[in-house]
């Protein structure tokens, strides 16, 4: 990382540690700023709301690795998520889980070689009345058959 | 997404208008709203079903100057929506149902602790409460009441089931790992940030919206003696209707499926992935904490599906979501997920699959909090209410 990106991000974690204020439970929306911002927490940024926070980089770390939408690595530019569970998997889950792995030429867990998109499954996404749903993002698609999931990645930007 | 609000009871979906509750509250005194409370029977509506009026009332008569009111909207059960049909379409009464509570144990603040997963509802959710600041429904002396203060943040969740634990909730909020607490001490005397504190499920504020307008007797007229009021049920699987529905505590599984629309059902998995598994020969029993209970999660199979690829969804899930502090859970949910693999690909013995059963039996008493006491809770109902289908030749292995 370049020393102009290292002060870019320190500033910009500063600002997030004025708007929710130094205290312990001000972590959790920090990270998920950093994370929505820069698709995942680099240890530079960690180390530094560690600092601001007056807590140990571990305890930082530990939090980041205990929640699944935070991570430690850097992920495609679109997360991608589709719901694993009982009423999808039944609704057809799998077909469109295969359709979108041979449309994009990844598997789930994998980020595309343009770093657009990464695929994960999630559980339950709460749309278990109008399965098999997908989250882009924050955005929720539900009623999913293979062919219409297909169009729905094929529009992520 | 569409709407999917299928039958609006009574109840819940009684008439209600903005700020009508807080309104009635602020006139009453805290007591006469805790006797209201106490008289309509409302049990918590996440699944437990601790009395809300006791709840309460220990918050309220913790000693403190400062206290909290967290709604618990980290709906992460499998088959659990009723909340986001709540939040979308109905957050008066939830709200509402938050500044009375803040009310009536003496706090200033609310927090509503919104699972990951439903970030899309946040902008709405925000302009409601910037609404309700608007009218004195939030902010300072609320509707016009002096000295009483009142208001309300969103906090977001980062996709972690056990985080629905109300003590895990707390340690979230607290910028902490998500794991559950050792209780005593209870969040009523030490919660969020070791302050009183009372967490209540989204669907138990609405409650309270109602019956402080309408009354506790009115309320408790509602369902059976035990289960007092409606419930709201998040219903899917296999079902020409899914949706939320409203139904009064007692109403039998299987007057439940004909109203749905459900041909020929097999199971009813009733609360969810870690509630229990009801075969055909008993929906004749009762939805309710009596019998029954749920949080709302009603999932229909039909006889084309496979209960141990049911069962092997289900403990998939516990594996990722089981936080990993408390021994039983973290081993135990691994082992009876291997369990059902070898059933899966027949190297199992009928020996190991009943110390496996045990096993479970540990875990509900072993296990330091819900997650992992009501995990084993399908494993054991699959196993034993469908033995025949998963050992006897017509599924497992063998399956068609």
Known sequence: MLVLEKNALTDEIEKLVLKYGTSRSSLLPILQDIQREHRYISDFAQQEVARLLDIHPVEVNSVISFYAFLNTTPKGKNIVRLCQTISCDFQGKKAVAQAIERELGISFGQTTKDNKITLEYANCLGMCDQGPALLVNDKVYSHLTPEKAVQIISEIK | ?400
């Open chain 2, 1 to 400: 997404m569409e709407k999917k609000m299928k039958r609006k009871g009574t109840v819940i979906f009684s008439e209600y208008t903005r700020g009508e509750g807080i309104k009635k509250a602020l006139q009453k005194s805290r007591e006469d709203i805790l006797l209201e409370i106490r008289e309509s029977k409302l049990k918590g509506r996440g699944g437990a079903g601790f009395p809300t009026a006791t709840k309460w009332m220990l918050t309220a008569a913790a000693k403190s100057d400062v206290k909290y009111v967290i709604c618990n909207a980290d709906e992460g059960e499998p088959g659990t929506f009723k909340d986001r049909v709540l939040l979308l379409e109905y957050p008066e009464l939830v709200f509402d149902g938050m500044v009375i509570g803040g009310y009536v144990i003496g706090a200033s603040e609310g927090i509503l602790y919104l699972r990951g997963e439903y970030e899309y509802m946040l902008k709405s959710l925000e302009d409601y409460l910037d609404a309700m600041r608007k009218d004195n429904l939030l902010g300072k002396n609320i509707a016009g009441k002096k000295g009483f203060d009142f208001d309300i943040k969103i906090r977001l969740g980062a996709g972690a089931y056990v985080c629905g634990e109300e003590t895990a909730l707390i340690e979230s909020l607290e910028g902490h790992r998500g794991e559950a607490r050792n209780r005593p001490p209870f969040p009523v005397n030490r919660g969020f940030l070791h302050k009183p504190t009372t967490v209540n499920n989204v669907e138990t504020f609405a409650s309270v919206s109602h019956i402080v307008v309408k009354g506790g007797q009115w309320y408790a007229k509602h369902g059976t003696d035990k289960s007092s009021g409606s419930k709201l049920f998040s219903i899917s699987g296999d079902c020409e209707k899914p949706g939320v529905y409203e139904l009064p505590w007692g109403t039998k599984i299987s007057e439940l499926l004909e109203l749905v629309g459900a041909k020929d059902t097999k199971a009813v998995q009733v609360g969810g992935a870690s509630g229990t598994c009801i075969p055909k020969s008993q929906f004749d029993r009762i939805l309710g904490y009596e019998d029954a209970a749920t949080g709302g999660s009603i999932m229909i199979f039909n006889e084309s599906r496979n209960m141990l690829h049911v069962l092997k969804n289900f403990m998939e899930f516990f594996v990722e979501e089981s936080c990993g502090q408390c021994t039983p859970c973290r081993i135990g949910n691994t082992k009876l997920l291997e369990g059902v693999e070898m059933i899966e690909n027949g190297t199992y013995t009928f020996g190991y699959i009943n110390k496996l059963k045990d096993l479970g039996k540990t875990m509900q008493v072993a296990s330091k909090c819900g997650l992992g006491q009501s995990s084993p809770n399908s494993f054991i109902s699959i196993l034993e209410n469908f033995k025949d289908e998963i050992f006897n030749g017509n599924g497992g292995v063998h399956g068609k």
